[in-house]
Nanobody, 123 residues
Framework: QVQLVESGGGLVQPGGSLRLSCAASGSIISMNAMNWYRQGPGKQRELVATITSGGSTNYADSVKGRFTISRDNAKRAVYLQMTSLKPEDTAVYYC?????????????????WGQGTQVTVSS
């Protein structure tokens, strides 16, 4: 069974940095696009950053220039380096990936989500 597990969240002061990690496990044939979403208090979930299997990246305007998404295919991991954090970055951050799992190889890719990790930016 495929699982995504996030880590690295916590409490940080404005202007600080955090590095989020997401590791995938299971009988994985391939991992295509990987994404980071977030959902802040009273807000809907939004796409923060995405990275393709080839390394092409895209970012939400609100985080462009401050956040960097990367991946390590050997480790089956995706990362989100967050710098110059602002209070409005406070949210639960979710890892998301489209994965082809062995048992579903004839059915196609499935969208997987992690449980989320809390990021709180406050002084």
């Amino acid at each position: 069974q495929v699982q995504l597990v996030e880590s690295g969240g916590g409490l940080v002061q404005p202007g600080g940095s955090l590095r989020l990690s997401c590791a995938a496990s299971g009988s994985i044939i391939s991992m295509n696009a990987m994404n980071w979403y977030r959902q802040g208090p009273g807000k809907q979930r939004e796409l923060v950053a995405t990275i393709t299997s080839g390394g092409s990246t895209n970012y939400a305007d609100s985080v462009k220039g401050r956040f960097t998404i990367s991946r390590d295919n050997a480790k089956r991991a995706v990362y989100l380096q967050m710098t110059s954090l602002k209070p409005e970055d406070t949210a639960v951050y979710y890892c998301n990936a489209k994965i082809l799992e062995f048992s579903r190889r004839y059915r196609g890719e499935e969208d997987y989500w992690g449980q989320g990790t809390q990021v709180t930016v406050s002084s």
